[in-house]
């Protein structure tokens, strides 16, 4: 674990009620009914499984919405390193599901932005929110 403060280390972890499977099936129909682009789905455990390896299950969600990340790239294309954004869920060895994303006001202070296009990236949090909730 870092020994940086949670708020220091830029990402957001909640914990989900529901398999890795199932949490990343809720939040990828989410994002769909809501017009947002899912760019791609990771299953690292399935790549680890092809090479021989074990992983618990473990995926990665890559969306965006070109509406609101345009913006923020013509005011400063460095911005461009943490979009689209991206999910991280997975199970731990306790078989409990997690989520984390990038703290949408950490990306926007991590490129020097106004503080106004924060709202651009955090539409997406409550989608986040309420597929890990039951």
Known sequence: MSSLPENARGFVQIESRHSAADTG???EALLKARGIMVFA??????????????????QLLIFGNPKAGTPLM?????VGLDLPLKALIWQDVHGRCWVA???????VGRHGLPSTFSPNL?????????????
């Open 74 to 78: 013509l005011q400063q294309p460095t």
């Open 25 to 27: 099936n809720r939040l």
């Open 41 to 58: 789905r990771v299953d690292f455990s399935a790549d680890a499984e092809r090479s021989g390896l074990s992983l618990p299950p473990e």
């Open 101 to 107: 994303y990038n703290d949408p006001a950490y990306i």
């Open 122 to 134: 955090a539409a997406v949090v409550p989608l986040i929110d309420t597929a890990a909730a039951e």
